[in-house]
Protein backbone atom coordinates (compact mmCIF):
# COMPACT_ATOMS: atom_id res chain seq x y z
CA UNK A 1 0.00 0.00 0.00
CA UNK A 2 1.66 2.73 -1.02
CA UNK A 3 1.26 6.60 1.33
CA UNK A 4 -1.71 7.98 -0.79
CA UNK A 5 -3.87 4.75 -0.10
CA UNK A 6 -3.09 4.78 3.40
CA UNK A 7 -7.06 6.35 5.03
CA UNK A 8 -6.71 9.71 6.43
CA UNK A 9 -6.61 8.91 10.29
CA UNK A 10 -7.07 12.12 13.02
CA UNK A 11 -7.64 12.48 16.52
CA UNK A 12 -9.84 15.17 18.45
CA UNK A 13 -8.16 15.38 21.94
CA UNK A 14 -11.15 16.79 23.72
CA UNK A 15 -9.61 19.84 26.43
CA UNK A 16 -12.46 21.91 27.08
CA UNK A 17 -13.95 20.83 29.92
CA UNK A 18 -14.44 23.10 33.65
CA UNK A 19 -12.07 20.95 35.53
CA UNK A 20 -14.12 22.13 38.20
CA UNK A 21 -13.47 19.11 40.41
CA UNK A 22 -10.02 19.41 39.45
CA UNK A 23 -9.58 22.86 40.48
CA UNK A 24 -6.72 23.31 37.45
CA UNK A 25 -6.85 23.15 33.43
CA UNK A 26 -6.05 19.23 33.31
CA UNK A 27 -4.66 19.51 29.74
CA UNK A 28 -1.29 21.43 31.88
CA UNK A 29 -0.95 18.60 34.47
CA UNK A 30 2.48 17.02 34.14
CA UNK A 31 2.47 13.28 34.07
CA UNK A 32 5.26 11.35 33.31
CA UNK A 33 7.30 14.48 32.30
CA UNK A 34 4.83 15.97 30.13
CA UNK A 35 1.72 17.35 30.02
CA UNK A 36 -1.06 15.44 29.40
CA UNK A 37 -1.98 17.02 26.48
CA UNK A 38 1.82 16.02 25.06
CA UNK A 39 0.86 12.70 26.35
CA UNK A 40 -2.31 12.32 24.79
CA UNK A 41 -0.80 13.19 21.62
CA UNK A 42 1.93 10.72 22.17
CA UNK A 43 -0.45 7.84 22.46
CA UNK A 44 -2.38 8.69 19.65
CA UNK A 45 0.45 9.27 17.11
CA UNK A 46 1.94 5.94 18.26
CA UNK A 47 -1.37 4.77 17.33
CA UNK A 48 -1.28 5.53 13.75
CA UNK A 49 -3.15 9.16 13.48
CA UNK A 50 -1.91 11.43 11.01
CA UNK A 51 -2.74 14.40 12.61
CA UNK A 52 -4.03 15.27 15.77
CA UNK A 53 -5.89 18.63 16.98
CA UNK A 54 -6.57 19.50 20.41
CA UNK A 55 -10.17 20.92 21.14
CA UNK A 56 -11.06 23.75 23.57
CA UNK A 57 -9.92 27.00 24.71
CA UNK A 58 -8.27 29.87 23.21
CA UNK A 59 -4.86 27.95 23.14
CA UNK A 60 -6.21 24.91 21.25
CA UNK A 61 -5.69 24.15 17.38
CA UNK A 62 -9.73 24.11 17.52
CA UNK A 63 -11.64 26.59 19.61
CA UNK A 64 -15.15 25.81 21.03
CA UNK A 65 -17.60 27.46 19.42
CA UNK A 66 -19.61 27.39 22.97
CA UNK A 67 -17.74 26.94 25.89
CA UNK A 68 -19.06 24.08 28.13
CA UNK A 69 -20.94 22.24 26.14
CA UNK A 70 -20.10 18.77 26.87
CA UNK A 71 -18.25 16.37 24.46
CA UNK A 72 -20.99 15.53 22.23
CA UNK A 73 -21.13 19.62 21.28
CA UNK A 74 -17.46 20.08 21.39
CA UNK A 75 -16.62 17.10 18.93
CA UNK A 76 -19.98 17.81 16.40
CA UNK A 77 -17.94 21.76 16.53
CA UNK A 78 -14.78 20.32 15.47
CA UNK A 79 -15.75 18.30 12.99
CA UNK A 80 -18.29 21.37 11.79
CA UNK A 81 -14.64 23.60 11.94
CA UNK A 82 -12.69 21.36 10.06
CA UNK A 83 -15.26 19.83 7.13
CA UNK A 84 -13.62 21.88 4.76
CA UNK A 85 -9.48 21.40 5.27
CA UNK A 86 -9.44 17.84 5.79
CA UNK A 87 -9.98 14.54 2.89
CA UNK A 88 -14.13 13.62 2.94
CA UNK A 89 -13.59 10.36 3.84
CA UNK A 90 -11.64 11.06 7.09
CA UNK A 91 -12.06 9.33 10.11
CA UNK A 92 -11.47 10.26 13.59
CA UNK A 93 -10.45 8.74 17.35
CA UNK A 94 -12.00 11.04 20.01
CA UNK A 95 -10.47 10.98 23.73
CA UNK A 96 -10.42 13.36 26.54
CA UNK A 97 -7.18 14.59 27.98
CA UNK A 98 -7.92 13.31 31.23
CA UNK A 99 -7.22 9.35 30.03
CA UNK A 100 -3.27 8.76 30.54
CA UNK A 101 -3.55 5.69 31.13
CA UNK A 102 -5.03 4.50 27.55
CA UNK A 103 -2.91 2.07 26.11
CA UNK A 104 -1.70 2.47 22.25
CA UNK A 105 -2.94 -1.06 21.49
CA UNK A 106 -6.46 -0.07 22.77
CA UNK A 107 -6.37 2.67 20.25
CA UNK A 108 -5.25 0.77 17.43
CA UNK A 109 -7.41 -2.30 17.86
CA UNK A 110 -10.06 0.18 17.78
CA UNK A 111 -9.18 1.89 14.88
CA UNK A 112 -8.57 -1.02 13.22
CA UNK A 113 -12.26 -1.93 14.16
CA UNK A 114 -13.88 0.79 12.58
CA UNK A 115 -11.98 0.53 9.56
CA UNK A 116 -12.71 -3.18 8.91
CA UNK A 117 -16.11 -2.71 9.81
CA UNK A 118 -16.48 0.29 7.93
CA UNK A 119 -18.13 2.22 11.01
CA UNK A 120 -17.88 4.35 13.85
CA UNK A 121 -17.16 2.60 17.23
CA UNK A 122 -16.47 2.60 20.69
CA UNK A 123 -15.88 -0.21 23.50
CA UNK A 124 -18.85 -1.67 25.46
CA UNK A 125 -19.65 0.22 28.49
CA UNK A 126 -16.82 2.90 27.79
CA UNK A 127 -17.98 6.24 25.78
CA UNK A 128 -14.26 7.43 25.77
CA UNK A 129 -12.84 6.79 23.36
CA UNK A 130 -14.32 6.25 20.25
CA UNK A 131 -13.70 6.17 16.52
CA UNK A 132 -15.78 8.05 13.80
CA UNK A 133 -15.89 6.40 10.73
CA UNK A 134 -16.20 9.32 7.76
CA UNK A 135 -18.30 11.32 10.26
CA UNK A 136 -18.58 13.89 7.46
CA UNK A 137 -20.97 11.62 5.88
CA UNK A 138 -23.71 12.66 9.05
CA UNK A 139 -23.08 16.51 9.08
CA UNK A 140 -26.40 17.22 8.76
CA UNK A 141 -26.93 14.92 12.06
CA UNK A 142 -24.20 16.74 13.61
CA UNK A 143 -25.29 20.39 12.67
CA UNK A 144 -28.61 19.60 14.34
CA UNK A 145 -26.57 18.78 17.54
CA UNK A 146 -24.68 22.19 17.43
CA UNK A 147 -28.38 23.87 16.77
CA UNK A 148 -29.47 22.29 20.61
CA UNK A 149 -29.23 24.70 23.26
CA UNK A 150 -27.88 22.26 25.27
CA UNK A 151 -25.27 19.94 24.50
CA UNK A 152 -26.07 15.76 24.30
CA UNK A 153 -24.33 13.13 25.52
CA UNK A 154 -21.53 11.12 23.83
CA UNK A 155 -24.03 7.54 24.16
CA UNK A 156 -26.50 9.85 22.31
CA UNK A 157 -24.13 10.91 19.66
CA UNK A 158 -22.30 7.27 18.95
CA UNK A 159 -26.40 5.96 18.74
CA UNK A 160 -27.06 9.14 16.17
CA UNK A 161 -24.10 7.95 14.00
CA UNK A 162 -24.98 4.40 14.33
CA UNK A 163 -21.82 3.52 16.16
CA UNK A 164 -21.10 -0.34 17.51
CA UNK A 165 -19.96 -1.03 20.45
CA UNK A 166 -17.19 -3.77 20.10
CA UNK A 167 -15.29 -6.27 22.99
CA UNK A 168 -12.24 -4.59 24.52
CA UNK A 169 -9.13 -6.46 25.04
CA UNK A 170 -9.10 -7.79 28.77
CA UNK A 171 -6.39 -6.20 29.48
CA UNK A 172 -7.30 -2.88 28.71
CA UNK A 173 -9.59 -2.52 31.95
CA UNK A 174 -7.18 0.19 33.55
CA UNK A 175 -6.85 2.21 30.47
CA UNK A 176 -10.28 3.55 31.01
CA UNK A 177 -9.20 5.26 34.11
CA UNK A 178 -10.42 9.09 33.81
CA UNK A 179 -8.48 11.54 36.05
CA UNK A 180 -11.16 14.06 37.19
CA UNK A 181 -10.08 15.14 40.81
CA UNK A 182 -7.02 15.90 42.68
CA UNK A 183 -7.54 12.59 44.79
CA UNK A 184 -7.71 11.06 41.24
CA UNK A 185 -5.03 12.75 40.00
CA UNK A 186 -2.69 11.16 43.17
CA UNK A 187 -3.71 7.97 42.31
CA UNK A 188 -1.41 7.80 39.66
CA UNK A 189 2.12 6.18 39.50
CA UNK A 190 3.53 9.64 37.99
Known amino acids: MNHSDKPAIYALILCGGESRRMGSDKASLVYKGHSLLHHAKSIVVNAGVTEVFSVGGASHDIQDTKAFQGPAFATASALS ?76 LLSLLNAEQIEPPVE ?14 KQLKR
Open 81 to 156: TLRTSVPTLSSFIVLPVDMPLLAEHMLRDLLNNALTRKTSCYYEDQPFPFVLYHPFKHMPVLENLLSISKGPSIRR
Open 172 to 185: GETSFFNVNSPTEW
